[in-house]
């Protein structure tokens, strides 16, 4: 960017030619954008499938028409599709910010995926690795468009682009909004009931973009969203200090992680020790932690020692903790004994770490670590192996996310500065187009987004709860990484998009 600034007049013509010289170097080439399409054919649902796979570049463009960035898509898109009214067309993101669609594509919603261990136990150690098809996919039932944010996979910059245009919230929902109408356009799809398949961040986007592509003069209205471990609301989803409403949506996915590990809840179902901590948040814990200071030596000791019975933590643990619990401290304790941390994205994973007494995790998260470099190759070797693609740069997983602008009005203007919620704008989306429904698909051992997260936020909001499903699995983050769960989700999905 050029920097302006007050000059005296003598220097106005040296400043000028240099700010051009910049200008000038800033400007990027636009390359020819690259396309690869290739035939297949897939068994998924127990039918017979003829599909196309698209792998392109898609400019995007500033409102001067300029080109500023291209963005990577994959399309399978049935070879024989029929009418185009009754042939749904999905459209999947990973979330970050600035992750690629790698993790839903390899581990969900592709033709193929890569086998990491199911239960959890074993790292994913060193090439090579397994790759095998996905019977459980969806492609009987839709079209699936796998979406790489501009900084990631091999979506890049362009032209007169720059990392600001596209590194904020606001930004990237424009920029998939724009994706996804060139492609429907494109496409000829206008009249095809269309989805959105977001994990994580890419469900705070989705719920975003619902709302941006009813805009713009080329309003498109969603026939459904698929939220994968929703991030809605942030107040809900940040364990730090203070923040209150972290230490009531955790709780329950704490307890549900600490039944998993045998530390709690011994002697009862997963359920049934969830809906006993569900009571005692809604009932007896939220109260408590408003009530604050003003508590008494009596209440304060009841409570401490249900916190220790749902979480299996030491009571004076929570006592010295003033009955807050924060997520990084409880995947250094709930192990301790066993001088094992627990992952974040999925509390089934354990991790041995040098420094058995350091704040939270020091490795990273093990739920990431142990499956990333499987992820990684596989994706590789696919591309090339299977769908002929030949880049001249590499894939990037994730990037593009640093400096990211969550700010959603301009600067200069007033913005309460609190966490992210885009929760309110499905709500409206859902009262203006009432034929849009919402599956949400939760982990009970989802340690970043937790499920009871999901509940307190659909609970409010706006949104119309009796247009949304809410699904719970026995894993976290990343419920296919575990097999049964795969194929669950796969059948609360299909018969999603079937029912609509």
């Known amino acids: 960017m050029i920097k302006k600034g007050i000059v005296a007049v003598f220097l ?22 690259t396309s690869f399409v290739t035939s297949h054919q897939g068994i998924f649902g127990g039918k017979t499938v003829s599909y196309k796979a698209t792998a392109k570049e898609t400019f995007l463009v500033n409102k001067e028409g300029d080109s500023i960035a291209s963005l990577w898509s994959i399309a399978y898109t049935k070879s024989q599709m029929g009418a185009v009214g009754k042939r749904p067309v999905t459209f999947v993101f990973n979330g970050g910010p600035g992750s690629a669609s790698m993790w839903l594509h390899m581990g969900f919603f592709g033709p193929k995926l890569v086998k990491v ?33 501009v900084g990631t996979g091999y979506s890049r910059l362009v032209g007169k682009g720059k990392g600001k245009d596209f590194y904020g919230l606001k930004e990237d929902v424009d920029s998939f909004a724009q994706f996804i109408r060139k492609w429907v356009t494109e496409n000829e799809r206008w009249f095809s009931p269309k989805y959105l398949a977001g994990e994580s961040y890419g469900t705070t986007r989705a719920a975003y973009l619902g709302k941006t592509l009813e805009e713009s003069g080329q309003n498109m209205a969603l026939n459904g969203m698929i939220l994968i471990s929703q991030a809605l609301d942030y107040a809900g989803s940040t364990s730090v200090h203070h923040n209150m409403t972290s230490y009531i949506t955790y709780l329950p996915s704490m307890s ?20 006993e901590c569900r009571k005692f948040t809604y009932e007896i814990y939220t109260p408590a932690l408003y009530k604050g200071n003003l508590l008494s030596e009596s209440e304060t000791q009841a409570i401490a020692e249900k916190l220790s019975y749902f979480t299996g933590l030491d009571k004076t643990y929570i006592l010295h903790s003033n009955l807050r619990i924060l997520m990084a401290r409880f995947q250094k304790k709930l192990l301790e004994d066993k001088g094992l941390a627990i992952g974040r994205l999925d509390g089934r994973f354990m991790g041995d770490e040098a420094d058995k007494f350091s704040e939270g995790p020091h490795l990273g998260d093990a739920a990431s670590y142990q499956i990333s470099s499987a992820y990684t190759a596989s994706l590789n070797h696919y591309f ?32 309460e500065p609190m966490p992210v919620n885009t929760a309110p704008h499905l709500g409206e989306t859902m009262r203006r187009n009432p034929a849009m429904k919402v599956l949400v698909a939760s982990g009970y051992y989802d340690l970043i987004t937790p499920f009871f997260d999901a509940e307190y936020t659909f609970a409010r909001n706006g949104i119309v709860t009796e247009r949304v499903e809410m ?27 079937i029912a609509n």
Do not use: C
């Open 384 to 415: 090339a192996s299977e769908l002929q693609i030949k880049m001249d740069r590499p894939y990037i997983t994730s990037g593009g996310g640093s400096n990211w602008r969550w700010r959603t009005v301009p600067d200069g203007k007033y913005w």
């Open 12 to 33: 106005i013509g040296s400043v000028v030619l240099n700010g051009q010289k910049e200008q000038k170097e800033e400007i990027k080439t636009i390359p020819k954008a």
């Open 471 to 497: 699904k719970y699995y026995e894993a976290g983050h990343m419920m296919y990484t575990h097999q049964p769960d795969l194929m669950k989700l796969s059948k609360d999905i299909r018969q999603f998009l």
């Open 117 to 149: 261990d199911s239960d959890a136990k074993k790292d994913d150690g060193a090439a090579p690795y397994s790759l095998v098809e996905n019977e459980h996919g969806l492609l009987d039932v839709t079209d699936l468009v796998f979406i790489d944010p």
């Open 256 to 275: 549900a992680t600490a039944w998993y590990h045998k530390k709690a809840g011994q002697g009862k179902t997963l359920k049934d020790f969830v809906e």
